[in-house]
């Protein structure tokens, strides 16, 4: 906003002392050229009595501005799955440790009782199965815990390729969801270099390395993509440096433009495959050697 005009209120032009919403608008929309003696302005346009009438007034508008910021971020579709993938492994971590108490609980009553997740939904199912109701009902919240987990997932599955099309088809969707989760949404992910990429989900070991207790981690969360997990240990690191190169730039291209790129995979699979025939020439001229 400029201040183009004589007895001009400056940021509250125009604007009713009381409207709060649209100062708050004032203060995120406008711009600039030059500063001004703002208070002064807004005292000669009547927005405000004195100078400390201005800043509570600025006080109140700038906070709900924030406010407002803050919300609008929260309800972003990528802070969405964030919560999702966040909610689902919580659920899915809680129900197996509950699980393994049932399991010791339940075998104080019933010599053959069974262990996980699958044992406390039997128990949920069977009313005969153990006759002590607080097991039974212990058995079925896990039960309930392992069900929404199972719905969140399909529901990042579902949802992950929508806000980042590219992520998901690169990685599972689940995968893609929990790097934007450990990132922190998809813009902070989309910023970050490939080598952040690569050791997200590996904090611990990379502080212990820079600390000297141990060697520089080779991956973080992204071992579960397939392209890493099945590569030979001794090329996994290259595999690696691959796959987090390709989802850097899936993670630019699906915040900046949305636009779908199916050549990132086919992409990252050439590479994929080159990186993996290292492993199958080595062994190939080992053996050779062996055989001489």
Sequence with gaps: MTDDRSGSAGWFDGLEPDDREAAADAIADGTAAEPANWPRLAVDAGFASDE?????RLKEATMAATREAVERAERADDRQLVHAVRTMDDCQRTANELAERLAEWAGTIDPDAGAGVDYARELAADEGAVDHPRVRSLAERITALADEAEDLREYVERETPTVAPNLA????????????SLAGGLEPLAKKPSGTVQVLGAEDALFAHLRGHASSPKHGIIYTHDAVRGTHPDERGSAARAVAGKLAIAARVDHYS???KPELEAELEERIETIQARTADGEAGGNGGDGE
């Design 52 to 56: 400390a009438e201005y800043y509570d």
């Design 169 to 180: 088809g690169l990685a599972d969707p689940v995968l893609a969801a929990r790097l934007i």
């Design 258 to 260: 949305g636009e779908r």
